[in-house]
Nanobody
Framework: QVQLVESGGGLVQPGASLRLSCAAV????????MGWFRQAPGKERSFIGA???????HYSDSIKGRFTISRDNAKNAVYLQMNNLEPEDTAVYYC?????????????????WGQGTQVTVSS
């Protein structure tokens, strides 16, 4: 069992940056691929990016170049650095952990989910 807790969301203006954190409690964190997803009002939850156990990163084309994912296994944490935020980035952001993830973009591949943190980008 792994418990995930996201933090760092908030209200920011367009062009600003935010860093989301996801803290993991439970079994060996380093054994899990970690994904970030988001869900905007009225839309399905969608893939942002993920980081594998060796530290490789993969991103959705929609955010590539603006968002960066990193992990700190010593702290049992994964981070989502978001730069140059746009109103279209407004959503609830979720982190997820998967023990055997073959398709990083697929929600069904992940075993554990956090409760989400709200990010609102508005002037």
């Amino acid at each position: 069992q792994v418990q995930l807790v996201e933090s760092g969301g908030g209200l920011v203006q367009p062009g600003a940056s935010l860093r989301l954190s996801c803290a993991a409690v439970g079994r060996t964190f380093s054994m899990y691929a970690m994904g970030w997803f988001r869900q905007a009002p009225g839309k399905e939850r969608s893939f942002i990016g993920a980081i594998t156990t060796p530290g490789g990163t993969h991103y959705s084309d929609s955010i590539k170049g603006r968002f960066t994912i990193s992990r700190d296994n010593a702290k049992n944490a994964v981070y989502l650095q978001m730069n140059n935020l746009e109103p279209e980035d407004t959503a609830v952001y979720y982190c997820a952990a998967g023990g055997r993830v073959l398709s990083l973009w697929a929600l069904s591949e992940y075993d554990y989910w956090g409760q989400g943190t709200q990010v609102t980008v508005s002037s």
